[in-house]
Nanobody, 124 residues
């Protein structure tokens, strides 16, 4: 079992930056691909970014590419999402996720573990 705890959400203005953090516990963190999904009310959860255990393979959704950066620190069992040039359409509940694989995935249904989420609100 893997427990994931997000932090760093909040209310910002369009164009601002925000950094989300996620701390994992329970299993060998370095053997998991980690990532972030997000969800707005009335919509399904959508893929944002994933990073494999070594950081050598990273994937982004087209909507966040060139604005968001995912990274991880295996020594701290942590994964981060640096979000720059935020837009109102980035407003969502952001979930930290984990999957016991060295590959990438984009389907919410393929995710092994979910955090409880942290809310990001971007005002125009």
């Amino acid at each position: 079992q893997v427990q994931l705890a997000e932090s760093g959400g909040g209310l910002v203005q369009a164009g601002d930056s925000l950094r989300l953090s996620c701390t994992a516990s329970g299993r060998t963190f370095s053997s998991y691909t980690m990532g972030w999904f997000r969800q707005t009310p009335g919509k399904e959860r959508e893929f944002v970014a994933t990073i494999n255990w070594s950081g050598t393979s990273i994937s982004y959704a087209d909507s966040v590419k060139d604005r968001f950066t995912i990274s991880r620190d295996n020594a701290k069992n942590a994964v981060y999402l640096q979000m720059n040039s935020l837009k109102p359409e980035d407003t969502a509940n952001y979930f930290c996720v984990a999957k016991q694989t060295n590959g990438m995935w984009r389907s919410p249904g393929a995710t092994d573990y979910w955090g409880k989420g942290t809310m990001v609100t971007v005002s125009s």
